[in-house]
Nanobody, 116 residues
């Protein structure tokens, strides 16, 4: 059974940093691309960043380029999102995602709030 569990969210002031983590289980983690998405109140869920199976290829939404870094640990089966220079518009629920076979698997999400 595929399971994705996010952690690391919280309240941070503008300009601050947070590091999100997603612990994966129930599939061969090192074979799959992993992604972070976010959904702000009243908005559609959007892709934030992706990382290839061995971590060599990463992609970012234009809105987070230069501020966020996605990484993975294929020994610990975890994927991280380091978020720096946070802005109020980064406030959202952040979700980890894997596409395993034909199934889109999501975690439960972790809330990130950027506010003074």
């Amino acid at each position: 059974q595929v399971q994705l569990v996010e952690s690391g969210g919280g309240l941070v002031q503008p300009g601050g940093s947070l590091r999100l983590s997603c612990a994966a289980s129930g599939f061969t983690f090192s074979r799959y691309t992993m992604s972070w998405y976010r959904q702000a109140p009243g908005k559609e869920r959007e892709l934030v960043a992706t990382i290839g199976p061995i971590g060599g290829i990463t992609n970012y939404a234009d809105s987070v380029k230069g501020r966020f870094t996605i990484s993975r640990d294929n020994v610990k089966n975890t994927v991280h999102l380091q978020m720096n220079s946070l802005k109020p518009e980064d406030t959202a629920v952040y979700y980890c995602k894997a596409v395993v076979g034909m199934n889109h698997q999501w975690g439960q999400g972790t809330q990130v709030t950027v506010s003074s």
